[in-house]
C-alpha cells in the first residue's frame, strides 16, 4: 500500500518571500501521479499542481513548482512570492495510474504567511 | 458549468440518527469518490463509484456505512445509527473518467456532520 507523509505539521513565511514544503511518499509503482492541493479555511479542496511520475521535468503553474525526486521519492512543493491568500492547509497526494483510482493523501502542512 | 455539489454543507445528527450525504458530479463526470476527513487529518479514502456500480469500497466501514449511485440523481452516502466518531468532514470528488488516464478528481465543498 501506498502512503505519504509530510513532515511538517506547520510552517510560517512572511509574505513576498519563498518557502518550501516537503512531501514523501512510499510506492512500489513505477508509474503514478502526484498532487498538491490546497485547502484554505474554506475547506474547498483546490489542485494547486500535479506531476506525473514519467516525466522527469518537473511542474510548475505561475508561482507554485515542485521538486521531484524520483529515486528519493521526494515531492515538495515551492511557493515563491508568497501571499495572504496562499494562508492554508496543502496536503500532497499520491494517485497509482491504471488502479483503484483512489487518492492517497498526507496529514497536511499548515502554511500561514505573515504581512 | 457548476463544480460538484454537495449537501448539505452542515449536518447535526444525535447519536443512533441516519445521516444522508448528497452529491452531485459535475455534468458530464460518470465517476465518484467519497472521502473522509478526520479532525488534523489528511483525506481518506471511502469508496469510488460509477452510475449503478460500487468500484472500490475497500475504505468503508464496514458496519453502518454504505454509498450509492443511482442511474438518476446524485451519489448518497449513508450513515446509519451515528457515532460520535463519525463526527469529520465528507468529500465528494467527480472526474469524467479514470482520474489515472490524466484527468483530475474534482472535489466538492465538503459536509461537516456532527454527531452529538
Known amino acids: 500500500a501506498q502512503t505519504v507523509t509530510q513532515s511538517q505539521p506547520e510552517m510560517s513565511v512572511q509574505e513576498a518571500e519563498t518557502v518550501t514544503l516537503s512531501c514523501t511518499y512510499d510506492t512500489s509503482e513505477s508509474n503514478y501521479y502526484l498532487f498538491w492541493y490546497k485547502q484554505p479555511p474554506s475547506r474547498q479542496m483546490i489542485l494547486v499542481i500535479r506531476q506525473e511520475a514519467y516525466k522527469q521535468q518537473n511542474a510548475t503553474e505561475n508561482r507554485f513548482s515542485v521538486n521531484f525526486q524520483k529515486a528519493a521519492k521526494s515531492f515538495s512543493l515551492k511557493i515563491s512570492d508568497s501571499q495572504l491568500g496562499d494562508t492554508a492547509m496543502y496536503f500532497c497526494a499520491f494517485l497509482k495510474q491504471g488502479g483503484s483510482e483512489k487518492l492517497v493523501f498526507g496529514k497536511g502542512t499548515k502554511l500561514t504567511v505573515n504581512p | 458549468n457548476a463544480g460538484v455539489m454537495q449537501n448539505p454543507r452542515h449536518l447535526v445528527r444525535r447519536r443512533g440518527q441516519e445521516a444522508r450525504l448528497r452529491c452531485s458530479p459535475m455534468k458530464g463526470h460518470s465517476h465518484v469518490y467519497w472521502y473522509r476527513q478526520l479532525p488534523e487529518e489528511g483525506l481518506k479514502f471511502m469508496v469510488y463509484?460509477?452510475?449503478?456500480?460500487?468500484?472500490?469500497e475497500s475504505g468503508m466501514p464496514k458496519e453502518r456505512f454504505s454509498a450509492e449511485f443511482p442511474k438518476e440523481g446524485p451519489s448518497i452516502l449513508r450513515i446509519q445509527q451515528v457515532v460520535r466518531g463519525d463526527s469529520a468532514a465528507y468529500f465528494c470528488a467527480s472526474s469524467p473518467w479514470l482520474a489515472g488516464l490524466n484527468n483530475e478528481q474534482f472535489f466538492g465543498p465538503g459536509t461537516r456532520l456532527t454527531v452529538l
Open positions: 463509484l460509477q452510475k449503478e456500480n460500487i468500484i472500490d
